[in-house]
């Protein structure tokens, strides 16, 4: 039961990578049989792993069909951004981050500054899961583990619009200023103003990056 578990997890997270790199292409329909060569497990293990991406919200299923993965639109990434808007700021405001995560979020807005200069698609690939870190490390310590796992879910089901949005020429140079900006207010123990800031960016960059997505399922493969 453990090995079946920790199988079903490292399935999980390779789909997870898949669908964030667009080797499972958005609007495509997922071909088990090749996937599961692929990834050198039985369809069983994987049927399982996806059941649970489905319910977390990562794919998508339809009768007859099997697993779908998500059109990338702007939508539900911007609805998404409005959530997140409102839960961050009340977790952030209860959190105190521990000094050994304070020190990581400088050496990510670190990492993030370095890779401003790089193509495009390197530089989506390296900043598009910094988000989903940076929101790991300032809430850890919070208290409210329900809140926590909602806001981890929804930082998780936005990484491939982030990528996508990178891609596209969003600009993060002002979004790692602000989060310098953050991050010296949380140093400081300014929590409660902190959380107000990170609303206003929230709310700033992923409108932004939002705008920079199609409103509607653009042309694709219908197998993967």
């Known amino acids: 039961m453990i090995v079946r578990k920790s199988l079903r997890a490292d399935v999980q997270k390779e789909i997870l990578a898949r669908l964030a790199d667009q080797r499972l292409a958005p609007g495509s329909r997922v071909n088990e049989s090749h996937l599961s060569a692929e990834l050198g497990v039985s369809r069983t293990p994987l049927r399982e792993a996806m059941l649970g991406l489905e319910a977390a919200g990562f794919l998508g299923s339809d009768v007859g069909r099997g697993f779908l ?56 690939a ?19 583990r329900t809140l926590q796992q909602d806001i981890a879910r929804l930082e998780a089901l936005s990484v491939r619009a982030w990528r996508e949005a990178l891609r596209r020429g969003f600009d993060a140079a002002g979004q790692v200023d602000s989060w310098q900006a953050l991050y010296e207010l949380v140093r400081t123990g300014q929590i409660e103003t902190a959380a107000t800031a990170w609303g206003r960016h929230l709310e700033t960059y992923g409108a932004a990056a939002a705008a920079l997505l199609p409103e509607v399922a653009e042309a694709r493969s219908t197998a993967s």
């Open 126 to 144: 390296d900043l598009a899961p910094l988000s989903q870190r940076w929101s790991h490390l300032l809430l850890e310590n919070c208290p409210n």
């Open 69 to 124: 993965v998500p059109a990338l639109v702007a939508g539900p990434f911007r609805e998404a951004q409005q959530v997140l808007t409102r839960l961050a700021p009340a977790a952030l405001a209860q959190t105190r981050p521990a000094a050994p995560r304070l020190m990581e979020l400088q050496n990510l807005i670190g990492r993030a500054r370095m890779r401003l200069g790089a193509a495009p698609a390197e530089r989506a």
